[in-house]
T-cell receptor, first 112, second 111 residues
Framework: EAGVAQSPRYKIIEKRQSVAFWCNPISGHATLYWYQQILGQGPKLLIQ????????DSQLPKDRFSAERLKGVDSTLKIQPAKLEDSAVYLC??????????FGPGTRLTVL | EDQVTQSPEALRLQEGESSSLNCSYTVSGLRGLFWYRQDPGKGPEFLFTLYSAGEEKEKERLKATLTKKESFLHITAPKPEDSATYLCAVLCRSGTYKYIFGTGTRLKVLA
């Protein structure tokens, strides 16, 4: 069974630029999550999808972050414009219903 | 407010020196507690799920236990390859289902 795929693995941008991350979950997993993990901290949930509907986006900074999950499969997370404090690892995970989550390798974002 | 706290933040052990990591939680509507291992530069890897107080799970040198207020991850006779950050997460329900992660314990096992 293929794992969760994410791209790119690394991204360096200037502040005020935009960036997009892509995630392909495990086949058959209806639930998809985007997390932000700042160095030395645990993952913080940004948004949770059930199929292609948003279940929880209460911690998503909606003035600059957006996410979509088309056709209930792949998902993209966008930041526009980026700030210095957005430097972090962005993790995508998927699960069946509310069981254990399977994580991708993450995208390390550096905002200069 | 729902909260998950892990201790210690960091732990250094000699190879073979057993110890325990703690995850305490105050949440409403606990539906499960998960332990993950995270190696540098990688995403968290699932280890265990615990659903009710008194439940225990084992895998190689690791054993996870759960009470009504906390969970322990016991590491017996650790090896250097057990070095990683160990994260716990709780699944709770207050309206919608929500996962809350702790900040992790960074474990270093010295040969």
């Amino acid at each position: 069974e293929a794992g969760v795929a994410q791209s790119p693995r690394y991204k360096i941008i200037e502040k005020r630029q935009s960036v997009a991350f892509w995630c392909n979950p495990i086949s058959g997993h209806a639930t998809l999550y985007w997390y932000q993990q700042i160095l030395g901290q645990g993952p913080k949930l940004l948004i949770q999808f059930q199929n292609n509907g948003v279940v929880d986006d209460s911690q998503l900074p909606k003035d600059r972050f957006s996410a979509e999950r088309l056709k209930g499969v792949d998902s993209t997370l966008k930041i526009q414009p980026a700030k210095l404090e957005d430097s972090a690892v962005y993790l995508c995970a998927s699960s069946r219903f509310h069981n254990e989550q399977f994580f991708g390798p993450g995208t390390r974002l550096t905002v200069l | 407010e729902d909260q998950v706290t892990q201790s210690p933040e960091a732990l250094r052990l000699q190879e073979g020196e057993s110890s325990s990591l703690n995850c305490s939680y105050t949440v409403s509507g606990l539906r499960g507690l998960f332990w993950y291992r995270q190696d540098p530069g990688k995403g968290p890897e699932f280890l265990f799920t615990l659903y009710s107080a008194g439940e225990e799970k084992e895998k190689e040198r690791l054993k996870a236990t759960l009470t009504k207020k906390e969970s322990f991850l016991h590491i017996t006779a650790p090896k250097p390859e057990d070095s990683a950050t160990y994260l716990c997460a709780v699944l709770c329900r207050s309206g919608t289902y929500k996962y809350i992660f702790g900040t992790g314990t960074r474990l270093k096992v010295l040969a």
